[in-house]
Each structure stands twice: as C-alpha cells, then as structure tokens.
C-alpha cells in the first residue's frame, strides 16, 4: 500500500475530511516525506518537535530515528488518530494545542532534564494561513533549538530565503537572516497533498545560529525600525521613520542617514542588517 492509499484509507476509516480553516492539506509523496526527514538529519539523540503532524505522515519516520518526538495538534481529530497509530511507541508525546500558546522553552527544558537529549529540532508541515506567527514565535522566543526544517507555501519560503535587500525580502527576512541561515532545500508540487493546495510549496530549512548573526544592543528598537520600514514601503525610509515619529523632523532623519552613508532617498528594503543597526544604535542614544 503507497502513501496515497495508506493516507485515503484512514481519512476513510475515521470519517476524515480536511478542514480547510485549519489550513490542512494531507502529505501523500513519499519522495517528499523521505527529503524533509533526511535533510532534518535526524539521530537518537535528537528532541523532533512536530508542529500540526495531521494523520501522522511524516509522524511515522520522525519516531522510527528520533529519540523521542512531541507532536503538537491543535485538532481533536487529529489527536484521536495520533494516539492510536502510535500507541505502541513509547518515545511520542502527543499534545493538543494551539502551538502559539505552548511554553516551548519549558518543554524543551523538562525533556532534556529527563532524557539524554542533546539537541532539539523542528520538524513541519505548516498551517500556511499561520506560518509567519509559528516562525516569529520560534525565533523571537530565542528557544535552545538547532534547526527549523518547515514545508511553508512557495512564495513565502523565497521571501524568506532571500537575503536583506533582495527583491524580494520582507521584514521577516531580516528575522530570519538575523537569527538563522536559510536554505531552501525543494519545491513541492500541488499533487503532493490530498486535496491539492492552490499554491505550489517549498519545504526550508533554518540552521539557528549559535549567535546573532550582528551584535544589536537594542534588539527591540532595532526590529521595530524595521517593521516600520516595510509597513510603509512605497515611501522612503526618511518619510517611514517620520510616520512612526523616529524623528519630529526631516532634517534630522536625513542627518542621520547621511552620518551612517546612506541615500537619504533609499527605500527601507534595500538596507542590510548591519545598517539598520547603525540607524539603532543612533536612535538608542538619542542623539536626534
């Protein structure tokens, strides 16, 4: 039996349709599931946790190498399905919750005390109507994880890869690149999924840095310039930072690019990171 009949079979054996508020599209290519498990680089010493496992898909290869795997569902269904297809395995958790509203750190933390743990990996194939909220938490929270492997949609994972100041970054790309090196590891197609998504996928990984990839003093200034930048990205970062009163007065903005060299008609997108910190650091000491 392939994955596709595997996968039918249980949709039909519990009464199972997709519940599209929830973003759910069911994983049926074996090829796919093999790719995110081997590029996960998975051992025994390895903490999986899987965020939105569904059927249990990619559930069944995580527990076959990881030492112990914490599946967290925020679908009752779901849940029903997962204690029964791995009730015989003693290395799952199974947890039925909203993951924005779960204490990762603590749960990390207890597992590690309690096991030979040694390094904590994420493992996904995202809700895509929550992937930024899911990737925001996971690296805001600063949680003791080695990496993120995530299918995400297509177009987000390119916004994501892409580096600060590319033509396509967003505000989370210079999250991203702050904390972690991305690396998009596959395209995935629509017919890869029961019912097939109307957008294509990519499944990316995320190597955490053991360190910020720049030192920030102000880390909390210094994304809120940069949010501010791309809430506001037809206009040039001296207008952006006017209209989120950065600064009460134009001269001072365009000073304060001009000390830094910067065009003081660039546009928030283009800066790097190393930029926006010396915009920060400027801010910070309240020198204008």
Not at 134 to 157: D, G, N, P, R, Y
Not at 177 to 187: A, F, G, Q, S, V
Not at 206 to 218: D, S, T
Not at 256 to 284: A, F
Request: net charge neutral; aromatic share 6%.
């Amino acid at each position: 039996m392939d994955l596709y009949e595997e996968t039918k079979l249980i949709m039909k054996q519990n009464n199972i349709f997709a519940n599209k508020k929830l973003g759910q599209n069911f994983l049926i290519d074996e090829n796919i599931v093999s790719e995110i498990v081997n590029s996960s680089e998975i051992t025994e010493n390895d903490l999986i946790i899987e965020i939105g496992p569904g059927l249990g898909t990619l559930t069944s290869k995580l527990v076959e190498k990881a030492g112990k795997v914490i599946c967290i569902e925020l679908d009752q269904r779901m849940i029903n399905i997962l204690k029964n297809r791995f009730k015989l395995y003693n290395n799952i958790e199974i947890i039925n919750e909203d993951v924005l509203k779960v204490n990762l750190q603590e749960l990390i933390e207890k597992n590690k005390k309690n096991s030979n743990i040694q390094k904590v990996k994420i493992v996904a194939n995202l809700p895509y109507y929550i992937t930024t909220p899911i990737i925001m938490k996971l690296l805001e929270e600063k949680l003791s994880i080695e990496s993120i492997t995530v299918m995400v949609q297509k177009e987000v994972a390119i916004r994501l890869a892409d580096k600060p100041g590319g033509k396509e970054s967003g505000s989370i790309t210079y999250t991203i690149w702050y904390y972690t090196e991305p690396e998009i590891i596959l395209n995935v197609p629509s017919k890869s999924f029961i019912p097939e998504p109307e957008v294509q996928s990519a499944v990316i990984k995320f190597n955490v840095l053991k360190q910020p990839r720049i030192k920030v003093e102000n880390e909390e200034l210094f994304f809120k310039i940069i949010k501010s930048a791309f809430m506001q990205k037809r206009k040039t970062l001296v207008n952006a930072l006017l209209n989120s009163n950065f600064f009460e007065k134009r001269e001072e903005a365009e000073k304060c690019l001009e000390s830094i060299g910067i065009d003081k008609k660039i546009r928030g997108e283009k800066l790097t990171l190393e930029q926006y910190n010396e915009i920060t650091k400027i801010l910070d000491k309240n020198l204008y």
